[in-house]
């Protein structure tokens, strides 16, 4: 079953500018994760926010956690044409280690 | 390097010729899953294992099996491929406890004709 739903499920923007995706889940989580993959490719882990986190960095990223919301947001500030890609958020329920992804948002960043 | 690896990458097949996709992490990670990724389905886990030995369907297990009878390895295994088995594969690997990231392999690409 999906956790996760991403939104928007398309996004185009220019270089320079911010991206703001959205996620939203259903259940209570352990923590929420945000991965990047390249077209066809394997996904990448970009970052992990605990549920106690509210708001984590890490270099152009950033990721709030608002669990009464049950909702997340990825940021990523300047984008660049190599930020172009898919982006999926992940739950971690805590129990059995399985992570429960959402469909994806599809991120272009026009030069 | 710490990675997980699949193999093969590409494959096309026939209906019904049963094949099995290999899966190994040199990471010790007691999680292991497999996922596929189909257009606008996003993705969904086949099944997953937690440690040696133990597995458990995920969301979509219906004509695939694996086995865990190692821990660095997690194969996937169609019996009898058919043709809407055709997708993208991702196996995964993680550490136990809690607040670990997820490792993904490259990908497999299978085409069942």
């Known amino acids: 079953s999906q956790q996760g739903e991403e939104d928007p499920q398309a996004l185009s923007i220019q270089e320079g500018e911010n991206a703001t995706m959205n996620c939203s889940y259903k259940?209570?989580?352990?923590?929420l994760q945000w991965y990047r993959q390249n077209s066809g490719r394997g996904l990448v882990h970009l970052i992990l926010i605990r549920s106690n986190e509210r708001e984590k960095h890490s270099g152009r990223l950033r990721v709030t956690l608002d669990t009464s919301k049950k909702s997340s947001s990825l940021l990523i500030t300047a984008s660049r044409a190599a930020d172009t890609a898919s982006y999926f958020c992940a739950t971690d329920l805590g129990s059995q280690g399985n992570l429960i992804f959402g469909k994806g948002t599809k991120l272009s960043v026009k030069p | 390097e710490a990675q997980v690896t699949q193999n093969p990458r590409y494959l096309i097949t026939v209906t019904g010729k049963k094949l099995t996709v290999t899966c190994s992490q040199n990471m010790n990670h007691e999680y292991m899953s497999w996922y596929r990724q189909d257009p606008g389905l996003g993705l969904r886990q086949i099944y997953y294992?937690?440690?040696?030995?133990?597995?458990d369907k995920g969301d979509v297990p219906e004509g695939y099996k694996v086995s865990r009878k190692e821990k660095r390895n997690f194969p996937l295994i169609l019996e009898s491929p058919s043709p809407n088995q055709t997708s993208l594969y991702f196996c995964?690997?993680?550490?136990?406890?809690?607040?670990?990231?997820?490792?993904f392999g490259p990908g497999t690409r299978l085409t069942v004709l």
């Open positions: 294992s937690m440690n040696v030995e133990v597995t």
């Open positions: 995964a690997s993680r550490a136990g406890g809690p607040n670990n990231e997820q490792f």
């Open positions: 259940t209570s989580i352990n923590n």
